[in-house]
């Protein structure tokens, strides 16, 4: 049997939607055992986001599949005294506890830092929250779009031009870069608890992390900068930064910084060697100016052939581009495969989740179970902690645990 990085590190998930409990799935990914604490009845409100107006429609709860694959799942009622009982047993043999939890609810139903703490002084204690844990909105509700993307200025930057609405994110797409942080700042902890033999407190929120993202911008901001609106695309400032449009409608974008070096062989590819030398374009400076006409030409250039020969056209001529893809592009893309950016179940090989995005060489990550029901474990689990079968059938009966 492979050995894995984090086996026998035991992880507590006590979150939902979606960046701490996803940090957990990270961890078993490596080799941790992850307990998933769920509500009784329907489980986690997670399980039914993909069922809400606009999401893909599909037979498989991708989004549990995602993000509790390869964790246990016990059913514990954390508003009754004896669920938190059982809570507080499985803590005292745990390395890390992961909430999301608001901050008063915590305190309500006895999983602060500070009663955990004292039942484990080893436990890394994991917060993550919308908007932070100080100040007059440490208690607002917040999810990504709403704390990552609105309100770090991402929302408002990544629209198409200064005169088009706010650009709409979807789901996880803050959340699942914060649980990487999450990830991170619990590791530095595990870290630090190796030196120190001592536990530890580690936080971070969606508004940190959509700063994070946006630190570029947000810090340019803060340095007191005065910024340039974003033009349409038609009238791009760069036509060599732009995206363009093909026969088939679909859509791929130039990034080209070295512009000395591509434009002679970028005009070859759009079959215009004539630009090269143009009294307009022969320069980047003149480029530059008058860049809407050359988007204008270009535009033309691109429209006349499908995306898969300007594709293998430009990348025969090694200019740096890439088709924008669409999500229903993803699952016939080579390169996600052969680099394992994506994970085959192998309890049933037509599911596939995107893999956690690095590797540890001369490791290879767990092979995926499948996620958990609610309540699943809950008896192994309980068993595991000494409870014999009397204790956990008077738990069933009043409805601590399910």
């Known amino acids: 049997m492979n050995s894995h990085v984090f086996d026998g590190l035991r992880v507590i998930d006590c979150g939902s939607y979606i960046a701490a ?82 901050l008063k609810v915590r305190q309500k139903l006895h999983l602060d830092y500070e009663t955990l703490a004292a039942r484990n002084e080893k436990i890394i204690y994991g917060s993550f929250t919308g908007y932070g844990e100080t100040g007059p909105e440490s208690t607002k509700p917040g999810f990504d779009t709403t704390s990552y993307w609105a309100r770090s200025g991402m929302m408002d930057t990544v629209r198409s031009d200064a005169g088009a609405v706010p650009a709409r994110s979807v789901v996880g797409q803050g959340d699942h870069p914060s649980a990487m942080t999450m990830f991170a700042a619990v590791v530095t902890a595990l870290y630090q608890r190796e030196r120190t033999g001592k536990g530890t407190y580690v936080s971070s929120s969606l508004l940190a992390n959509g700063l994070w993202a ?57 079959g215009r060697p004539d630009l090269i030398d143009h009294p307009d374009f022969a320069s980047k400076p003149l480029r530059l100016k008058n860049a809407r006409a050359l988007v204008d030409i270009m535009d033309a250039a691109f429209a006349s052939r499908e995306r898969a020969h300007w594709a293998s056209t430009l990348s025969e001529a090694g200019i740096v581009f890439d088709i924008v893809a669409t999500s229903e592009d993803i699952p ?56 014999d079968t009397d204790r956990v059938a008077t738990l069933r009966s009043s409805g601590a645990v399910a």
């Open 21 to 102: 409990p996803a940090s957990t799935t990270i961890l078993a990914d490596l080799g941790a055992d992850v307990i998933k604490i769920e509500p009784p009845g329907m489980g986690d409100p997670y399980r039914q986001l993909p069922k809400l107006p606009g999401n893909p429609v599909c037979e498989h709860d991708f989004a549990w599949l995602m993000d509790a694959h390869s964790k246990r799942g016990i059913a514990l009622n954390l508003a009754d005294p004896d669920g938190q009982s059982v809570l507080h047993d499985l803590v005292a043999s745990a390395d890390v506890f992961v909430t999301n939890y608001p």
């Open 214 to 270: 946006n630190s570029y911008m947000a810090t340019a901001a803060l340095c007191g900068a005065t910024f340039i609106p974003r033009p349409p695309r038609e009238a791009s400032l760069n036509a060599l930064g732009a995206y363009y449009q093909c026969a088939d409608g679909k859509w791929l974008i130039l990034t080209i910084l070295n512009e000395d070096r591509h434009w002679p062989s970028l005009a070859t590819c759009l």
């Open 332 to 387: 016939d893309d080579p390169q996600i495969y052969v680099n394992e950016m994506v994970q085959t179940f192998p309890d049933d090989e037509r599911l596939k989740a995107v893999a956690t995005p690095f590797r540890l060489a001369g490791q290879q990550p767990v092979p995926p179970r499948m996620p958990p029901s609610p309540g699943q474990h809950t008896d192994e689990i309980l068993t595991e902690l000494g409870y």
